[in-house]
């Protein structure tokens, strides 16, 4: 069983081996974060996917939303160095 207990994408919890990537528990990345063959997604994808869900739950506006997704994904192994290396106000493309 995979150390990651959390994606390293997104941050889920992955109690289950139908929770990771492929249903494979050597994935460190979750079936949300990843395509039908357990390949992590763009970041350009999460991130989107992740602007509109905190936009949809936390009640923030784009400018907002678009702040904390950045700041939750420079936590994540997945994302720290795609988001270290990114200027402030940069565009994600």
């Given at each position: 069983m995979s150390l990651a207990l959390r994606c390293e994408s997104c941050?889920?919890?992955?109690?289950t081996?139908?929770?990771?990537?492929a249903q494979n528990p050597n994935n460190p990345y979750c079936i949300h974060c990843t395509d039908m063959n357990g390949k992590l997604l763009p970041f350009e994808k999460k991130?989107?996917?992740l602007?509109?869900?905190a936009m949809d739950t936390r009640w923030m506006n784009?400018?907002?939303a678009e702040k904390y997704v950045?700041?939750?994904?420079?936590?994540?192994?997945?994302?720290?160095d795609r988001v270290a290396q990114m200027k402030p106000g940069a565009s994600t493309a």
């Open positions: 941050g889920m919890p992955m109690a081996s139908e929770d990771h990537g991130f989107e996917d602007v509109k869900t784009r400018e907002q950045l700041r939750q994904m420079a936590e994540l192994p997945a994302w720290r």
